[in-house]
C-alpha cells in the first residue's frame, strides 16, 4: 500500500479524531457540534478511533512512510493519549475528603516521622527555654541586644503583644508570607538526606524557647503565653508536620527499600506533600488567629487561655481521631 | 522506554515514553540555558508585577501592606504551580522559549506535581542561587532539577512545527533502482523539506542522492526528477 492510499483510507477517521482531540477547526464537512456517535459525542468511540490511530500510527514507522504523515499521527495520538489518560485531583468533593480523610491519616501513616520531627523540634525548644529561664544572659547568645529590647517593649507595655487594630491586616499578611514560608522551607530542605528539616525544626524549637524563657524570666509570662497560646495550637503543630514531611524525603533517600533512590523519592514526595497542603492551612488559620484574635486588646487573657486550650484539643484530636475507617 | 522502532538509538537527548497503547511518544527535555532564559523573564515580570501592585497597594495603608505581603506569597511560591495548571502547562516565560511542564509519561502535569516540584524550589536554590538545582540538572541527561526529581516532572520542547505534505509539482516518476526502505523515507522526507530549503541547498542534497535514484538524470534535472520520484514512493502515480 502506497503512503497516498493509506491516507486516503483512513483520513475520515483521523478528521474526527483530530476535531474532537481539539487539533483542527471545525470544517464544512464535519458532523455539527455535539452530534451523537462522533467521537467529540461518544467516548468509546474516541477510544476505539485513538486505538486504530495507534495502529496506523506503527504501520507508518514500520512502513517508512514519509515524515509528514507519521509527524501527523505522532500529533494526533499524543494529544489524545494526553486527553484520555489526564489525571485530575482537584475538585470540591476531593477537597473535603482531603481534610477529613487523607492529611489525618497520612500523618497517623506517617508518626514515626511527626515523632521524630516533634521530638527534634520540642527538645531544643524547653533545653533553651530553661537555659534562658536560668540564666537570662544566655539569650543574648542566640538574639542581639536589640531584637531582645524589641520583644521587651512588645510584650512589656502590659499590652501583651496588642497592637492597634488598623495594623491587623499587615500583620495577618506577614504571618502568611513569613511562616508558610518558613513551613515550605522546612519541608523542601529535607530533600538533603533530611538533614535540613532537622536544622530548620531545631532552629525554630531554639528561637521559640529562647525568648519564652526570657520572657517568664523578666515576669511577662502572662503578656506573652496569653498571646501565643491560640495560634500556636496550628502553627507550631504544623511547623513539625512540615519538618516531619521533610524527614519522609529524606528517609526515602537514605533508606529507599526495594525501589531504586528515584523512585522511593517520587511515591514519597506524593505522600509528603499531602502533609505539606495541610500545613498550609493550619498556617492560615494560624495566620488568622495571631492577626485577629490573639493581638486583640479587649479579650481576657482567661478567655485566651480557655480558647487555646480547646484548639490545642481540637487539633490533636482532629489528628488522632478524623479519617479513621469505621469499625463494625 | 524503549528502542526506536525503525532505526538504530537516537544521538539526542530525547527519549522515547510508552503508551499502554504500545506506541511511542518522543519527548525532548529542555536544558539548562533554555530553562535558565525562561526563569529570568519569569523573574522580570515578578518583579515588575511586585512593583506595580507594591505601588497601587501602598495607597491603602497598614490594610494595603497586609494584601501586599499576601500577595508576595502567592507570587513566591504559587506563580509557576498557577501557570503549569493553565492549559499551557508553562509559565509566561517558558512558554516564550517553547517550553512546558509535563509528567515523565509525557501526560499533563497533575496539581500534585506541580505544587512538589515548585515547593522543591526552595531545596534547589540552596545553597545559593539555584547551585543544587543546576548541579542536579548539568548531571542528568533528562535535566531534571531536584524539584523534577521529587515530582516525576520533565520540562520539554514543544514538538517543533510538522513536516508539510509533498508540495512538488514535478511528474512522479519511478526510481531506477531498486530503493531500500530507508532510502525511500530518505527521499520523501527530502522532497517533503524542499519548500523550506534554499534552491541552492536542495540541489547540493539532491546531487548526493541521485547518482544512487535517478543516475540517468540530467545534472541540471536533478531536483525534478528527485522529486519526482519521491511523489512516486509516496503513492501519487
Redo the contacts between chains.
Sequence with gaps: MTPFEFQRLHEPIWRELELAAGLRRRDVGDAAPGTAGTAEKDRARFAALYRATCEHLELARVRAYPVHLVERLEALTAACHQRIYRQSDLGLARLGRFFLVDFPGTVRAEWRAVLLAGIVFVVPMLAVGVASYLDPAFILSIHDASSVDRYDRMYGDGSGGRRPEDSDWAMFGHYVRNNIGIAFQCFASGLFLGIGSLFYLAFNGVLAGSIAGYLTWRGLGPNFYSFVVTHAAFELTAIVLAGAAGLMLGRALLAPGRQSRRAALASTARKAVVIVYGVAAMLLVAAVIEAFWSGAAWIEPQVKYAVGATCWIGVLAYLVFFGRPRRR | MRAP??DEPLLDLRYRVE?????A??LAPAGVVARSVAFAIDFSIRVALLMTVAVALGLL???G??????F??GL??FYPVLFELSPWAATPGKRALGLKVVMD????V???AS??RN?????DF?PFLYAAGLLSMLVRSDFKR?GD????TVVVHI?EP?????ATDAPPRPPERQLS??A??AV??WA?RIPRLTPARAEELAAIAAPAVVPRAREDQQVAALAGVARW?????
Excluded: C, K, Y
Design positions: 522502532p525503525v503508551t499502554p497503547e504500545g506506541i511518544l518522543t495603608g497598614q490594610f501592606f497586609g494584601l501586599f505581603m499576601i508576595f506569597f513566591e511560591w509519561d509525557g501526560l499533563p497533575t496539581p500534585a505544587f512538589i515547593l522543591l524550589r526552595a531545596a540552596l531536584l526529581l521529587a515530582a516525576d514538538a510538522a513536516h508539510a505534505e509533498l526502505t530507508r525511500q523515507s520523501v522526507a517533503a514512493l509516496a503513492g501519487q502515480r
